[in-house]
């Protein structure tokens, strides 16, 4: 029996190029320790290492890290499970693309991670906020 846990609204993703481990903790409600776990169980999960070893992340894979924690949190699937819903479906939810299923899911090249619901909504506040 999996027990799901209801969705959490995690808050708007700012638009930066790299964010450092902390922040993408923050963005997507998940330890520090548990995105260097998932770096070693997603392969799609590369963050750049720079001096010290230090992890910078892109905007792609702090949606890839979000939908990762909706798949293990929130739909209740395995590590494995988890995995093999990203290789078979892609990565990417919510949007008519070049090679949308039926799920609305789009494989990009590169294993790239692109939620465009949360993509628009994002775009929808930066206009409201330029706009005041």
């Not at 923050?26 to 720079?50: A, I, N, S």
Request: hydrophobic fraction near 40%; aromatic fraction near 6%.
């Amino acid at each position: 029996m999996t027990v799901a846990i209801d969705p959490v609204v995690l808050p708007p993703i700012p638009a930066k190029r790299y964010f450092t481990i902390g922040e993408v903790s923050e963005l997507c409600g998940v330890k520090p320790h548990v995105l260097r776990y998932w770096e070693q169980e997603f392969t799609q999960l590369r963050p750049v290492k720079r001096r010290g070893n230090r992890r910078y992340y892109q905007h792609h894979e702090v949606l890839l890290i979000r939908r990762i924690r909706e798949l293990l949190y929130e739909q209740g699937f395995t590590i494995n499970g988890a995995r093999n819903r990203l290789d078979v479906h892609g990565v990417v939810r919510g949007g008519p693309g070049p090679a949308a299923d039926e799920e609305g899911d789009v494989a990009m090249p590169g294993g790239a991670v692109v939620d465009v619901e949360a993509l628009r909504s994002e775009l929808q506040q930066i206009l409201q906020m330029l706009g005041e």
